[in-house]
DNA sequence: GTGGTCTAGACCACC
DNA sequence: GTGGTCTAGACCACA
């Protein structure tokens, strides 16, 4: 499991969500498949398992996770809801980044140049 | 002004200094114009003075506005600086935005893709 | 054997315990006749063997089971027994719920109507 | 406040939880009232105020309160919702006990007398 | 060993 | 003073 780096700007257990939220829709952990326990996952995160814990409750809550009874916890094996959850999650991204730029004055076609702009940039520095 | 709404997962104060920032970068306040007195300005957001001193303060920091000590708070009105905020948190946006949904496991094809239909619909409604 | 569905607000082996409860007092499972094993039961349940057994300890705890060594568990054959625990549990369930029902703020009146109008609302679906 | 009682069988933040349901929907607790702090009510309850807290968030999930920042939470002030969450959790808790009874082999008739003869014989008690 | 709950005590941002 | 978060450490029921 990767590295975790909190920042101070937002509550960790809800960074947490947002990273088992991206690593389910991304596909990274796969469906059906089985989470390590709290304790391992708080370990890994050098967290208190308590903050994991309040984690992975929010993340059943979504209904991305879910529990068994003194056996683990297991990502859903539904895919067509992770498909609809990252349908979901993207749209709400792209609005509220759009609603943000409409509101630094800058017109749609502009947003999509800086966009291409920003990934050719990218491209040349790889 | 327009009516206020906050979020809980934000400080309020740098809710509103994103207000501000966004309508000084989008020219909805002019430069070099008079802002409202901290009271007044805190009656129309419905919040504690306090807070508004804190967001206005944090606005000069950055140097947005500049407070004349007997006749209040004015926009700056260097234009170049107001361009050169508005690219650097242009940019900002755009790269935060693009890592999120790299995260989530969209192609950078995907994304521009997503944002031009967004926008599309968008046309559509209005 | 009815499908089983466990809630996680319970220990599942209270719920195998209610099942059973429900099943003697109303006469489902009768008098004086045998059980199936506790292998069978617990793969007809879906549960592990230790729950299945933990609830019929239980239950002959309460005195409505009785194990013979070699040849298995059986029903008690006390009608009489199983007549007064009907009126017992039926009894609990009534004062438990017409507590809570007044801690609701309903009055005596209103629980008996509504409990009219939600058995006409099944006839009628019937 | 009243003393407060805890049973073993049942998280004590859910017990907690019931009981402000209760309050709020028979009207114990006014629509808009102020609550008394978390920890005020942990003091009164004789618990951690980690536990009250999670029976309030929880309260506030369902909607019977909200939070003011810095001022504390407050009992909604929708009186139609109160009301529909009040008949909602008495139909929940009217179907699962018909259900009960009806596990337990009794007909609906005469669950009625029961009921009948149970208000009764409270009647002569007092 | 698993998740769930609880306590005790601390710190923080906000108003 | 308010709610929110976090840590540390403990105990329990369950399988």
Redesign the pocket.
């Known amino acids: 499991m990767k590295e975790f780096v909190f920042t101070n700007d937002k509550?960790?257990?809800l960074q947490l969500l947002d990273f088992f939220k991206a690593g389910i829709i991304s596909g990274e952990f796969k469906e059906g498949s089985r989470?390590d326990?709290?304790?391992?996952l708080a370990v890994a995160a050098k967290?208190?398992?308590?903050?994991m814990?309040?984690a992975?409750?929010e993340l059943e809550r979504l209904g991305l996770v879910r529990?068994e009874?003194?056996?683990?916890?297991f990502i859903t094996d539904d895919k067509e809801m992770i498909e609809s959850m990252k349908k979901e999650f993207a749209k709400a991204e792209i609005e509220s980044f759009l609603a943000k730029m409409q509101g630094y004055g800058f017109s749609q076609k502009q947003v999509l140049e800086f966009i291409e702009s920003e990934i050719n940039e990218k491209e040349d520095n790889e």
Do not use: A, D, F, H
């Open positions: 509550p960790i257990y989470l326990s709290v304790r391992e967290v208190n398992p308590n903050t814990q309040k992975l409750v529990t009874r003194t056996s683990g916890r």
